[in-house]
């Protein structure tokens, strides 16, 4: 065969090749990045205050820990709607204590490393996924408590639309337990349910079972494995752009225990003043083996710009803790602030915090107090901190 021929068809064979080849996309980057420091009233490091038995704690001036969430986000590839995805998160999280005490060197780990394929016209313009990922999330900002959590590794389908809102399902096996249980969940979640002119339903339903453990069970508990359902309804109401009501019923049942909420969540701008505003209230109750313990939180925070970079936020919050078999627990907490910003809106990061946190609580909170606090704070009834926090998102 002529030489000039065979060159010319391998030409047109790569070039052929390199049109039909997907072209990969830019790596985005985004992340998230929570650092701190502090002493207490004694002048050793910084506690935080936490009710025993709450569900969360108000967090402004009162975080123990080090965050940083880098996110990796590349296209793979393309082709008409179809789009190729692999995000990646090296994170850390309560960094300095996660040093190793031999090496000296901070122990990351993989947060999120999971890839997707979006644009599936099929699926009403949704996406499948599979790998390790933050799933299912719904979270309330000032006391940082997540109404629904499904992070683990598994696969899914996400925000196909169907009917009057968008449905996502999956399956999932969750590490964020107390021990390596092996647990499968299946969240199904249909959300963006139009029901008021200005407000959105959302379902959560979350049902799951035993897989094969991992580890024996410790001698004495009992063989069964449970069972579990969850269903949660949140509604949303939107007033207007800087101000929103989120209304949430949720129960949950796994085995023998079981518990019922209701939350609200309220936010927005005073009329008068560069002030925003966010308040929670919430009652729990909790049902296990017969036995009935009842949370009830409420608190709120204002954020106020004052000139240039410079803001003032005062946090205040109260939990209650009313356990049948038990005296009920008590705690209050107030923190003060001053911060610089870049930007006027109480939502602008990076954000550097200069703070004074005090708690107060009862008798039977301090029999009940965690071990740090115990070591500090184990013969009084109230405490303080202060401190520096750096938070920043991109």
Not at 320 to 342: C, E, F, H, I, Y
Request: hydrophobic share 35%; glycine share 12%.
């Amino acid at each position: 065969m002529n030489k000039n021929l065979l060159a010319g068809m391998a030409m047109t064979l790569a070039t052929g090749a390199t049109v039909a080849a997907p072209e990969a996309g830019p790596i985005e980057m985004s992340g998230y990045m929570r650092v701190g420091g502090g002493v207490n009233a004694h002048g050793t490091r910084q506690v935080c205050f936490a009710l025993p038995g709450a569900d969360a704690k108000w967090r402004l001036g009162n975080e123990c820990d080090h965050v940083i969430e880098p996110t990796f986000d590349a296209r793979l590839a393309s082709s008409d709607e179809l789009q190729w995805h692999v995000r990646a998160m090296p994170s850390s999280y309560n960094g300095w204590s996660a040093i190793d005490s031999q090496t000296g060197k901070l122990n990351p780990r993989f947060g999120q490393a999971y890839t997707y394929l979006s644009g599936i016209q099929a699926l009403g313009g949704g996406k499948a996924w599979v790998g390790r990922r933050f799933y299912n999330r719904l979270q309330l900002g000032i006391n940082d408590q997540f109404l629904e959590n499904n992070d683990g590794e598994g696969m899914g389908l996400e925000d196909m639309k169907f009917g009057p809102g968008r449905l996502s399902a999956g399956l999932v096996i969750s590490p964020q337990t107390s021990r390596p249980d092996n647990r499968l969940a299946m969240p199904i979640r249909y959300e963006g349910i139009k029901t008021l002119p200005q407000g959105d339903l959302a379902v959560y339903l979350t049902p799951s079972v035993q897989r094969r453990r991992s580890t024996p069970l410790p001698p004495g508990a009992a063989s069964a494995d449970p069972k579990g359902l969850a269903l949660g309804l949140y509604q949303t109401l939107n007033w207007s752009a800087s101000s929103s009501t989120l209304l949430g019923l949720r129960r949950d049942r796994t085995g023998d225990e079981t518990n019922t909420r209701f939350v609200v969540q309220q936010g927005g701008m005073l009329p008068t003043v560069a002030t925003h505003w966010d308040a929670i209230g919430e009652y729990r109750l909790n049902t296990k083996a017969g036995v009935d313990s009842r949370w009830i939180s409420l608190g709120g925070r204002t954020d106020t710009h004052l000139s240039g970079p410079f803001r003032a936020l005062v946090e205040l919050g109260g939990d209650q803790v009313r356990p049948d078999n038990a005296p009920t627990r008590q705690m209050a907490k107030l923190t003060v602030a001053g911060a610089v910003s870049l930007g006027e809106e109480a939502s602008s990061r990076p954000t550097l915090r200069l703070f004074v946190t005090h708690a107060a609580w009862n008798d039977a909170t301090r029999v009940q107090l965690s071990e740090r606090l115990q070591q500090v704070y184990g013969d009084q009834k109230s405490g303080t901190s202060y401190g520096l926090q750096f938070e920043s998102w991109w």
